[in-house]
T-cell receptor, first 113, second 112 residues
Framework: GNSVTQMEGPVTLSEEAFLTINCTYTATGYPSLFWYVQYPGEGLQLLLKATKADDKGSNKGFEATYRKETTSFHLEKGSVQVSDSAVYFCALRNGGSQGNLIFGKGTKLSVKP | EAQVTQNPRYLITVTGKKLTVTCSQNMNHEYMSWYRQDPGLGLRQIYYSMNVEVTDKGDVPEGYKVSRKEKRNFPLILESPSPNQTSLYFC???????????FGQGTRLTVV
């Protein structure tokens, strides 16, 4: 079946540090891949997406590249800010009619000044 | 403003007392779904709807009902809530089943 595995948290970084959150997936066919972010007390917001192999999604300084050969979609940011503190979810959605978003368990990021 | 609106945001109820969590979207999306979020388990789909009057079970449907009488609304019904349904619930909508999803703010439900 379909599944998403992302690195366990929590992750604590200093401001301006480099961020990588690993995400790998198992899926049949050609899923679309997403990163969602959940700020404290809020719902999930789409951060970025990629719909086919080698696509790079980017937003707010975050980037992730759809790597079919390694079934990965790692999230990166060159210089994190305190305001980036949140929980990050990797997710996939394949072409099945259920349309189920399959989420990883989330990685909590804390950025210290 | 495009949004998905859930109500209430917080709810404490007692075992067995029927409740409804409402969800409404203003983007004319065809596809809507409900998820629950639990620590260590992430988000899991409860029910989904491909369009008006078309609903189906997700991965964890037991103890829940839904209806889709209008395109914009997709209420979640707990006929007889139990403590294991204490969770954070999210409604989501998307243009189609395979496009990006927009989430509501969440409803934190406690069943005592």
């Amino acid at each position: 079946g379909n599944s998403v595995t992302q690195m366990e948290g929590p992750v604590t970084l200093s401001e301006e540090a480099f961020l990588t959150i690993n995400c790998t997936y198992t899926a049949t066919g050609y899923p679309s891949l997403f990163w969602y972010v959940q700020y404290p007390g809020e719902g999930l917001q789409l951060l970025l997406k990629a719909t086919k192999a080698d696509d790079k999604g980017s937003n707010k300084g975050f980037e992730a590249t759809y790597r079919k050969e390694t079934t990965s979609f790692h999230l990166e940011k060159g210089s994190v800010q305190v305001s980036d503190s949140a929980v990050y979810f990797c997710a996939l959605r394949n072409g099945g009619s259920q349309g189920n978003l399959i989420f990883g368990k989330g990685t909590k990021l804390s950025v210290k000044p | 403003e495009a949004q998905v609106t859930q109500n209430p945001r917080y709810l404490i109820t007692v075992t067995g007392k029927k409740l409804t969590v409402t969800c409404s979207q203003n983007m004319n999306h065809e596809y809507m779904s409900w998820y629950r979020q639990d620590p260590g388990l992430g988000l899991r789909q409860i029910y989904y709807s491909m369009n008006v009057e078309v609903t189906d079970k997700g991965d964890v449907p037991e103890g829940y009902k839904v209806s889709r009488k209008e395109k914009r609304n997709f209420p979640l019904i707990l006929e007889s809530p139990s403590p294991n349904q204490t969770s954070l619930y999210f409604c989501a909508s998307s243009q189609r089943f395979n496009t990006e999803a927009f989430f509501g703010q969440g409803t934190r439900l406690t069943v005592v």
